[in-house]
């Protein structure tokens, strides 16, 4: 009988975890059509030259605080995504609430091919200097 509930928990909690990653996905893609999309474009695939893909993005997928600290703090100097290097600046993005950032960091880590956990506002928020 304990197994079964267990099960049960864990199945209800999964559900709840993908409900809270949907909605917060829905917020984070509204907010990145206001702050992101034009440099990033709609689809996610950056700009030749100048501004690194997002949709794919092996830089964007292997460090989950560093994506925290360049929405944050903004980022200039080169890159490599996706073996070719980039070197631009980002903005910083300081005056966005943690909600924000986690929203638009859920939005664009499970967009386009991309596939991770869900990021929360305690996340973002260990991550403020």
């Known amino acids: 009988m304990k197994v079964i509930f267990v099960i049960i928990i864990f199945g209800i909690g999964s559900f709840l975890v993908n409900d809270d990653l949907k909605e917060s996905m829905q917020r984070g893609k509204k907010l990145y059509n206001v702050y992101c999309m034009a440099c990033h474009m709609t689809n996610g695939d950056g700009m030749a030259g100048a501004f690194p893909p997002l949709a794919g993005s ?55 091919g991309n596939s991770s956990k869900i990021i929360t506002a305690k996340q973002v928020k260990a991550e403020r200097k």
Do not use: C, H
Request: net charge negative; glycine share 8%.
């Open 58 to 112: 092996d830089y964007l997928m292997e460090d989950k605080k560093r994506s925290i600290k360049q929405i944050l703090y903004g980022y200039s100097g080169p890159m490599v995504v996706n073996g070719i290097t980039y070197n631009g600046n980002m903005d910083p993005f300081e005056s966005l609430e943690d909600q924000q950032i986690a929203d638009i960091l859920n939005y664009i880590r499970n967009s386009w």
